[in-house]
T-cell receptor, first 113, second 113 residues
Framework: DADVTQTPRNRITKTGKRIMLECSQT?????MYWYRQDPGLGLRLIYY???????NKGEISDGYSVSRQAQAKFSLSLESAIPNQTALYFC????????????FGSGTRLTVV | AQSVTQPDIHITVSEGASLELRCNYS??????LFWYVQSPGQGLQLLLK??????LVQGIKGFEAEFKRSQSSFNLRKPSVHWSDAAEYFC???????????FGAGTTVTVRA
């Protein structure tokens, strides 16, 4: 099994629908992150969490919410999806400090029509 | 604020030729630097990282990178490219007390036969 698992891998949804992207990890890391990737923009941080009770907004949190259900699980929700949220979404985990880098999931490709 | 610039959006290289990808960073303290590779349809995989010490670091898949503090650069190189090196490459920067990594916009590498 992968260290960081994201579900679903691909999703097409309609404008206005609520959608949840899920992430689970077996690394035992406390820190988890959600990024979105857009062509030419690289990866931008949406939310991050240091533990179950510590959740923080990233650079582009508007229109998104998250839930840290357990140390191993971190979900990203789009309450009312819009077309410009069409992107590739990555979950990542890390230890502190980040000197060992991140472990990434395989990504969720979301299309909002 | 920390930031990463990858000046080349797209590079095309012949199989067997050498490859160099540029990365310039801005960071207020001693940086931790990373290169990740994203193959089509895959997540991001760590190629190599620099914390301190020898400024030439070796990574997986035959890649190496050189840290040049005076130029704020961390360029990635490979002496002889294989068709399987076609991918998108991301440079990232963080630090010992950072909560996150900042990523560049990425460089797409195309390998021609």
């Amino acid at each position: 099994d992968a260290d960081v698992t994201q579900t679903p891998r691909n999703r097409i949804t309609k404008t206005g629908k609520r959608i949840m992207l899920e992430c689970s990890q077996t690394k035992g890391h406390d820190r988890m992150y959600w990024y979105r990737q857009d062509p030419g923009l690289g990866l931008r941080l949406i939310y991050y969490s240091f533990d179950v009770k510590d959740i923080n907004k990233g650079e582009i949190s508007d229109g998104y919410s998250v839930s840290r259900q357990a140390q191993a699980k971190f979900s990203l929700s789009l309450e009312s999806a819009i077309p410009n949220q069409t992107a590739l979404y990555f979950c990542a985990t890390s230890d502190f400090p980040v000197d060992y880098g991140y472990t990434f999931g395989s990504g969720t490709r979301l299309t909002v029509v | 604020a920390q930031s990463v610039t990858q000046p080349d959006i797209h590079i095309t290289v012949s199989e067997g030729a050498s490859l160099e990808l540029r990365c310039n960073y801005s960071y207020g303290a001693t940086p931790y630097l990373f290169w990740y590779v994203q193959s089509p349809g895959q997540g991001l995989q760590l190629l190599l990282k620099y914390f301190s010490g020898d400024t030439l670091v070796q990574g997986i898949k035959g890649f190496e990178a050189e840290f040049k503090r005076s130029q704020s650069s961390f360029n990635l190189r490979k002496p002889s490219v294989h068709w399987s090196d076609a991918a998108e490459y991301f440079c990232a920067v963080g630090g010992s007390n950072d909560y996150k990594l900042s990523f560049g916009a990425g460089t797409t590498v195309t390998v021609r036969a």
